[in-house]
């Protein structure tokens, strides 16, 4: 049995060199590469690159419980699955609705109904079958509330997989984050190791600061143990901002999940 794949998000390391050099320096490293919203790139140059893509933004706008926010959602899917295709990238990125400015949801929720829930699950077996269709992975992911994302439907890691669960479809997973899931909910290994039947990719950074492995209070080093213990054989990726160097960060990020590799 092979063992984890590492991948890093070109958004948030290298900050100060234009995207296509972020790419091109996380992939010579070995690394698949992470990218959004997709909408702002060249995505020619990024197709023309060496690099191996892991996971993009899978909707632009939209949400998965009002009916303009539900079209909205599917049109983009499609669109984004388009795009996915050019890149050969397998995993398309979804959240509890459309995020705007800083982060902050464009339609907040204070109060999600049962009606909500099973809008939102009908919402996500439509999105899987387009993601069938087309060869690809919509990944659901989870926010937290606290800090980044508040007014968000759906965002803790019990929702994402409580509808993931329900919709049941292959071609829908979780994006387990679990820089958001230590804020909101914490007990990360037996999160995982609950999850593991539905992980399509996990993403990590240290808390507090969203920085990489080693910056924060989680033993990412225990987490990587148990994920090769529980035989998870995914993809990790660091969503985080470098604390400094970003070499050095990505280095902390690879050696904490040395023992799952």
Known sequence: M???RLAACAEMLYVDLPLLDRVKRISDRGLLVEIWDWSTKDIDALAGSSAEFSSMTGYLTGNLTEPDG???????AQRSLEVAERLNCPRLNLHGTGLGEGGLPVRPVQVVTPAMWLTAAATLRKVAELGAAAGRTFVLENLNLAVDHPGTPFAAAADTLALVRAVDHPNLRLNLDL???QIGEGNLIDLVTEALPYIGEIQVADVPGRCEPGTGEINYAGVAAALKRIGYTGVVGLEAWAAGDPDTALDAFESAFAPAR
Request: hydrophobic share 55%; aromatic share 8%.
């Open 179 to 181: 820089y958001h899931a």
């Open 2 to 4: 092979t063992g984890i």
């Open 70 to 76: 539900i079209a909205e959602l599917l049109a983009t």
